[in-house]
């Protein structure tokens, strides 16, 4: 998390501030459940909340944790400051991890609600642009090289799709880590009723988590880290997809470039596809945490902590990181400059080389085999790409074709029309219209 | 994917006897369709089914294959051998990819199915051990050092819990490749009705892919391979909690040692957690193979095929290997020996010591505060540690405790049976009953 | 590790029979040492060689193994069958690690000796491909991005600089792993003579492991295949410029298409990088072994036997893998198709707006500002990319430019061999000649 | 990188202000240099000097690279504003590259030489406590299972050689790391003259990079980080080495616990090796950079900047984390705790049973067969595991034992001296001493 690749409302969650706020609450929220069964004195409920409330010192916990070296011991001594000798009412029967595991959660939870809210930006962008460019026909390109002719529009569709299931996946991710445990020392509830748990996960819209040890299992965050990591990689695709379209022999669309940027130091006619280079690297980034969160999940016996270094990291660097990405790519997209004439150029280079599969379906139609309509569609492409030839003017001097199909047949197959017969198709099974 | 590491059912899902089978089908049913539609012969398609079935020779596409370089070809051109020239009908407006992704699907989901099937084994282990120990008293152990008392079934159906959310996660990761895309060569259904697609999708259980590139696209089998990996890390979970409870100064379980069984070469008396210890690796060789799935993800334009060779060695190998490793760990569950007497001699070990928070907690009841009562009980504790001191008899001598716990309050609180007061109502969640 | 990326002599590394015969080797030299010291009857040592040496026998092994569960005591008593009474003398103070672990070692140097070969053929090839294009002018890219010229060669030999670094590497990954530990059950020598090890190192060509628990410290292997690791990372970097080389829109270089070849079962007309974008996604399955290894180091104590299973996999999939990888590579590199005219045709594609940098710096010199000069390139260069325009009659049009820099001296500055003048410097940094 | 894990001075090599001192210098030495070739004039030269040095100003730089989105670009402006116009002279022929690659060269051989100093450290830490504990005889266990006897200056002396082959490699990784490429735009030299770069490497300590593109090649620095996430999963093998010698059943050694120090929230009598756990999270971290750091070696032709995101976070994160890390375990080992009676008890748990394998060896030294031999020595062992027998007193017991080995004889076998005899020779090996 550097602040490069940052964005305010996604670093806030990170914050000394908020996560000392949610400890807050979380505290007062189990106090009050304490108090209602009886456990601890209303008024010490009350107290807690409103002499503490808003007043925990970031710089004061640091403080005392420099000496007892225990980060909950050293919030609880400075609550204890403000809220006076009612404090020792609180966190009782609680351990660490309840007020930690459960702050990870609500933390995680914020996260996502915001790199939901990235991703419906993203989904909207990439829907208004293939819409766009729904009809504008662009070659197909499989191995990177020509293949079949499909839309702008489809491109981007297929992104739509995919980034449609990241969706989802993310909100599967979030009902993962949205999970409350106040289960004390070892999980056991040995000095907490389970009803002060219910009570703070209902405060906090969490749901309980149904058993743990001192800490809430961590299979649950290698799979929300997991997630985001398949979230980068579908970034990195688009990404990828973006930075073949500008390079300069393709050049059929173009990330922005504003007015008053330079692209080399050194080569002023540069204009570089650096937001997406950037998301590619950005993507390495966040996948690399996936691993360390999935060796997290082998805590020993009822938790080690060897976990809170790794989430202390990632959970900011990787929500944080995810959260730049996402709106970055969505201003890619947003301001795409699309090349239609370059587009068409391509589409064109090859003189009709990618209706080869028509004409090899119409020679099998016409009563050759598979094998031999294979052969003599394929010895006259292969002379396109050793001499430029124009492939419709090969075919119609191949005596071997015509035998089968006539002239006036080839010219027929060679119809851009007959590819983009399904786009409409293909549109309504994405976007449900 | 080694034979030490493979069960013959999944393995055979990977043969290729088994793949040649898939791709025939897919050819079948899309032929069946084509003919439906009118686009070649029904007697076509009655002859592929007549002809072909069972007849494709996985040696004899080697051979063509070696020529040809392409291996849906090599199939196309054997599967010709067989049914004539009925064949030049098979394939009509498909593309490769059309079969080997539709096939990796249904590899995948079969493979997928023996999982869940191996996950309601383990399972099943898990529930019946849990209940077995649901009240046998043991400790509980954070960072490795003593903390509270739980009991050896809490702990089994952590591991209940835990193995059950995966398998959920996998489901939905068999949801998420269960896709099928009969749509050629870049996704257009230029060449081919989507109907096909529906057909055959149908035919074999799959859901239709909304839309396709020349492929289907690596984000579901990014997904899918990351669930592996989590799984496989919880697998490495209770695979190191036994490990730990195997361990000569702990002893409190043991992988069963049959007779016969020699557990070193050179030493004797050696009876090793092997099979846990072999668990834990494998857990790692699962884990591996995510980031590469991942970086699948990102292929170029309508596809490039970097996919394929990562695919050939990690779908079998994950599959595989975490099949294998599921049945192994399910074993030792199975036959895991308990030794309860080792158990409570652990549980005893520090005198008492395990009921220092309760002890902190009457403390405060009593009108300490938090750090007064931490520090009273802390002083105490640590000669428990430091000289092997009776807990209880140290408190008792202890003037500034008993000046607020009488003697008979301190005995009172150094009761077992507080600590589990609650695993029926932990049981309850976790099992549903 | 699959027969489709395997080459005989590297898969032959790895077979049981390579394995028992080095066990063997081992235990017979080990024994000639122990009857050197007067532990053995020299007779033992003799019978050993005499009725041991080729005759275990892998299935008989893994007979027994199944009864046994332990892998060299099952191939101890295999040789006592054929070695007879004799046989107890074997193995005396050994531990099975001291096999299994130098057994790795040999195999692992035997692997890393073909894969320095294999080196060695693809620095040939680039070298000889490199001195062959050393002086064709191409384009140089930066960002995807046409930037200034440089030549084929040149690109050549930055790969063969990148593999040459990698060789280096790779012999001192040998040296990590290439000792002999024979110490005994927890590496203290207690039952077998120090001399023992210095016997079988010497005799096996590995050096002494200074100091080893039960095993080999596996931050040797660690190393190793993260060393690995970069290799295979190296591999993609030259098989995605070739890709990139290979686009159509580019299609300045070409993986050899053979006659008989097919690229694609539905589109005649294709001619696929399918060879390195096959390794491509080798890199990636061999860069997913470098985690698994690095999580091998942290063995328990005096060893567990995690890292067994690991390695089991990895060391065979990793080394033959690379090994096919990097013949494949030099395949490629040897038979690469170039185009100098469709070199020469994007070189010029956008009318010398690569000799950017050279009119900016002239015009500095001319007494511009940086920033000044900066512009008016800028101003005139953003006109080649939004309309085509020849980029020396826009600045010969441009009054600010000529200001500064006569008609003449602007075109004497569009001169390709001001790009190459240090071509034959760099080579003789490279190559050293 | 995040304050709680980092040490000022590794944090200050990565500050702003470092980075642009650095990349003054670069353009400084560069203008020296192109001013003694008479590129420029030597009082430009020298004015950078005099008017730049100490001057550039990061937030100004930040405040103009929001408007030209280009951060050396930004550089150059600002430091335009203070050298006046001989600043035109600054930068000629070169590109961002040059200065950014060189700049993280100085950076990585700056942060080398602090975490070298860190091994150091370590290295001497380790070895005064090994030579401390030399000949305390102390269990030695594989699978977590007694073996036989180690000392516990040997397991130290195990960590040290281990460590010392890491600082062997960081010195080969550093080399990797300290070239200097300013070679312009994409590497050939067209704009600057080799002698430019050579001064610059000298100036800097660095080496010249034989060949380059627009970058330094990124396989260095994929090598690098590699190296350090093997360095990481050695600092996780030591410290799961002290986590596992604290855990209360065994606690042999433990974490020094500082007086005023709290180890739970909630349980006043916990001591836990947070620190070690901690260690143990951190070695993730560095592991998770790895595959990122390779995944940056295979740059579009001449270069893209995805390379750039990824090493702007793992650069700093890794050598700031490591450095935390080493230093940190340093401390552990400084202060370990090391609990002698507790080491013996420990090693006479199980009565004697560590002695099996010499009497293994001496049955068969006295004429049984190896297989014999260890069934006798096994079934007696076993016992020892199921009922806690002694084994001494089993094995006199034993009627097919005694017929080989008379009871003195027995009894001599079981001598703690006989394991510990090559201590010393271990221990020239290691110490070289």
């Given at each position: ?27 007062a ?15 010490a ?22 000496e ?16 006076g ?49 729904k ?51 070892v999980g056991?509830?040995?000095?907490i ?8 996960a ?28 398949v ?58 945490m996936v ?11 009822e ?5 809170s ?67 003599l569609?394929?010895?006259n ?8 030839a ?16 006539s ?16 786009v ?10």
């Open positions: 998390m550097i602040p490069r690749y940052s964005r305010p409302a996604m670093t806030a969650i990170w914050s000394p501030e908020n996560r000392f706020r949610i400890w807050f609450e979380i505290e929220h189990a106090t009050d459940a304490l108090a209602e069964l009886g456990v601890v004195p209303k008024e409920a009350k107290a807690v909340w409103e002499r503490g409330q808003g007043k925990v010192d970031p710089a004061r916990i640091d403080e005392i944790e420099r007892v070296k225990h980060d909950v011991i050293a919030f609880l001594t400075n609550l204890a400051e403000h809220v000798e009612e404090a020792r009412f609180v966190h009782q029967g609680m351990t660490s991890s309840d007020v930690l595991d459960t702050c990870l959660s609500v933390q995680l939870v914020e996260a996502t609600d915001i790199l939901l809210e990235d991703m419906d930006a993203l989904l909207a962008a990439l829907k208004r642009r293939a819409y766009e460019y009809d504008v026909v662009c070659m197909g390109r499989s191995h990177g090289i020509h293949a079949e002719p499909v839309t702008f529009g489809l491109k981007l569709a297929t992104f739509y799709a995919e980034f449609k299931r990241n969706r989802d996946r993310l909100a599967a991710a979030r009902d993962e880590i949205a999970t409350c445990a106040i289960s004390g020392a056991t509830f040995a000095n009723d389970p009803r002060v748990e219910a009570h703070v209902r405060k906090l819209g969490l749901a309980v988590e149904p058993i743990s040890t001192q800490v809430i299992p961590r299979d649950r965050h290698a799979m929300y880290f997991a997630t985001l990591g979230i980068a990689s579908s970034i990195e695709h688009l990404a990828i997809e973006v930075r073949h379209l500008q390079r300069t022999e393709v050049r059929e669309a173009e990330e922005y470039f504003s007015p008053g940027q330079k692209g080399s130091s050194a080569m002023p006619h540069k204009r570089n596809p650096v937001l997406t280079e950037n998301l590619t690297g950005l993507a390495r980034i966040v996948r690399g691993i360390p969160a999935m060796e997290n999940v082998a805590l020993w016996h938790r080690d902590i060897s976990h270094s790794v989430e202390r990291m990632i959970a900011p660097d990787a929500t944080v990181t995810l959260d730049f990405a996402l709106a970055r790519l969505t201003g890619v997209i947003d301001k795409l400059v699309v090349y239609p004439d370059a587009i068409e150029k391509n589409l064109n280079q090859l003189g009709g080389l990618v209706f080869s599969q028509r004409v090899l379906l119409a020679l099998t139609q016409a009563g050759a085999s598979r094998e031999d309509s294979y052969r569609v394929q010895r492409a292969m002379q396109v790409w050793e001499r430029g124009n492939f419709l003017e090969l075919l119609k001097a191949d005596k071997d074709v015509t035998a089968k199909l002239e006036a047949k080839l010219e027929e197959l060679f119809d851009m029309g007959y590819h983009t017969k399904h409409d198709t293909i549109f309504a099974r994405v976007f449900g219209e």
